[in-house]
T-cell receptor, first 115, second 112 residues
Framework: NAGVMQNPRHLVRRRGQEARLRCSPM?????VYWYRQLPEEGLKFMVY????????ESGMPKERFSAEFPKEGPSILRIQQVVRGDSAAYFC?????????????FGQGTRLTVV | TQLLEQSPQFLSIQEGENLTVYCNSS?????LQWYRQEPGEGPVLLVT?????EVKKLKRLTFQFGDARKDSSLHITAAQPGDTGLYLC????????????FGQGTILTVHP
């Protein structure tokens, strides 16, 4: 029973390049959430997606960041033209159903380093 | 905007001591979750509390949700070095449908 799978675990990008982070939710889960953890800070919500729909993107920076969760395949968080300030750990979580009392299970994260 | 204030930020104690971590907010949450995160790993869910006044126990860990569902505490009895890690509280619900508001975390170090 595989958990939430994220890849890559570590990603190094030069300034100006694109970063693509992938997340496969737990089996049977159709809701995906992305969070960012900056050094010395807590986790901050970025975006909530269902299959083919963005439900809440209130935590997403207005520029350069986008997310999708296609009908088939993993959810993708894309960061265009990365800058040093994008260096952080990005976590994906998934839950099985709609509702405010759903438990979120996290992946191991992708650690992005921008050089 | 919902905020969760978690305290203390750092806690360094000797093996065998007891400790309590607090999460407080001015907002009401429909549920509150406690996670533990190891370095280089993702948060691992410890418990979810849903009902105001609810108390849940997990071995030496006791979790409580405030009556008004605005605060929560984690109490560890007779701490062990294996308890060392980052503890995070996270609130769900209210107007923040579908997303968690995390506290800043408590870094616990238990010395043998």
């Amino acid at each position: 029973n595989a958990g939430v799978m994220q890849n890559p675990r570590h990603l190094v990008r030069r300034r100006g390049q694109e970063a693509r982070l992938r997340c496969s939710p737990m089996k049977g889960h159709s809701h995906v959430y992305w969070y960012r953890q900056l050094p010395e800070e807590g986790l901050k919500f970025m975006v909530y997606l269902q299959k083919e729909n963005i439900i809440d993107e209130s935590g997403m920076p207005k520029e350069r960041f986008s997310a999708e969760f296609p009908k088939e395949g993993p959810s993708i968080l894309r960061i265009q033209q990365v800058v040093r300030g994008d260096s952080a750990a990005y976590f994906c979580a998934s839950s099985p159903q709609k509702g405010t009392n759903t438990e979120a299970f996290f992946g191991q994260g992708t650690r992005l380093t921008v050089v | 905007t919902q905020l969760l204030e978690q305290s203390p930020q750092f806690l360094s104690i000797q093996e065998g001591e007891n400790l309590t971590v607090y999460c407080n907010s001015s907002s009401v949450f429909s549920s509150l979750q406690w996670y533990r995160q190891e370095p280089g790993e993702g948060p691992v869910l410890l418990v979810t509390v849903v009902t105001g006044g609810e108390v849940k126990k997990l071995k030496r860990l006791t979790f409580q949700f405030g009556d008004a569902r605005k605060d929560s505490s984690l109490h560890i009895t007779a701490a062990q070095p294996g308890d060392t890690g980052l503890y995070l509280c996270a609130g769900a619900g209210g107007t923040s449908y579908g997303k968690l508001t995390f506290g800043q975390g408590t870094i616990l170090t238990v010395h043998p």
